[in-house]
């Protein structure tokens, strides 16, 4: 089970770390990811870190960072100069490394909302 915390209300401009925790588990043998999704809208692909390798969608590269704590089995979102057209749902994800994320663990969802 997956756990996230983080997220709120913030001014445009502004930043905000998401976390998402193992519960009861480990994240060392996964890949985590974030996606989010805004309201009727499809979930898109925001970022993912495999090992200690990170990948990015085009929109986040250069705002948003992931990273992970194997001895916490944690993982974080760092989101930097949010803007309004940010979505507001945001959802972490495990899965083993070759699998799909669908196939694997979800975290409830993390509201961000972005002021102007």
């Known amino acids: 089970q997956l756990v996230q915390s983080g997220g709120g209300l913030v001014q445009a401009g502004g930043s905000l770390r998401l976390s998402c925790a193992a519960s009861?588990?480990?994240?060392?043998?996964?890949?985590l990811g974030w996606f989010r999704q805004a309201p009727g809208k499809e979930r898109e692909f925001v970022a993912r870190?495999?090992?200690?390798?990170?990948s990015y969608a085009d929109f986040a590269k250069g705002r948003f960072t992931i990273s992970r704590n194997n001895a916490r089995s944690v993982g974080y979102l760092q989101m930097n100069n949010l803007n309004p057209t940010d979505p507001d749902n945001y959802y972490c994800?495990?899965?083993?490394?070759?699998?799909?994320?669908?196939?694997?663990?979800w975290g409830q969802g993390t509201q961000v909302i972005v002021s102007s």
């Open positions: 994800a495990a899965a083993l490394r070759d699998m799909p994320f669908n196939s694997g663990y």
């Open positions: 870190i495999i090992g200690a390798s990170p």
């Open positions: 009861g588990g480990t994240l060392n043998n996964y890949k």
